[in-house]
């Protein structure tokens, strides 16, 4: 069972190795408003000159790539973390079709286990797709009844099973 399910903002640091690739993510809670790319910068470059961080290819991380500010749903059990980024999710557009919209929400800290949804009367093609890696989900929506036309607006809430709890999601379709 869950110690404690919190909604806090992060600050998702992108590393990069010297061929800036094989990225690894860390992530810092409740960081100090006004953060900046250059205060972060500033901050990493001991660990980078000391070779204190590694890529998962054992190479050690020498740059820094996106670094951005996050809403996630933290979940704690038994002192262990995971989070669930975004904490709510608003689906784009299909630039190509226009047809569908679209979204991902991406896990850290654990795998997803498994998806439901809440059952609601939000009436559209609502589909799921976990990553391989069960570090992701893409829901996608559709028009139910005539799929030359957009989803209609509303919202629903995706259910995430991970390491045995239940984390809530709500999706929310804009106005086509």
Do not use: C, H
Request: glycine share 6%; hydrophobic share 35%; charged share 15%.
């Amino acid at each position: 069972m869950a110690d404690t399910q919190t909604t806090v903002v992060n600050l998702d640091i992108q590393l990069l190795d010297a061929d800036r690739s094989n990225t690894t993510t860390i992530k810092l809670d409740n960081p100090k408003n006004d953060v900046t790319r250059e205060q972060v910068s500033a901050a990493m470059q001991p660990a980078f000159t000391n070779g204190w961080f590694l890529s998962s290819k054992g190479d050690p991380l020498m740059y820094i790539g996106d670094v951005t500010i996050n809403q996630s749903i933290k979940t704690k059990l038994d002192g262990q973390d995971f989070y669930v980024t975004p904490s709510e999710l608003t689906l784009t557009y299909d630039s190509a079709s226009d047809k569908s919209a679209g979204g991902v929400i991406t896990v850290s800290g654990a795998t997803i286990q498994g998806t439901n949804f809440v059952k609601s009367d939000y009436q559209a093609r609502k589909s799921i797709s976990v990553a391989d890696n069960g570090l992701s989900v893409t829901v996608v929506v559709s028009n139910s009844s005539d799929t030359t036309q957009r989803p209609p607006a509303g919202t629903f809430t995706l259910i995430l099973i991970i390491m045995g709890q239940s984390v809530y999601v709500p999706i929310i379709v804009p106005q086509p």
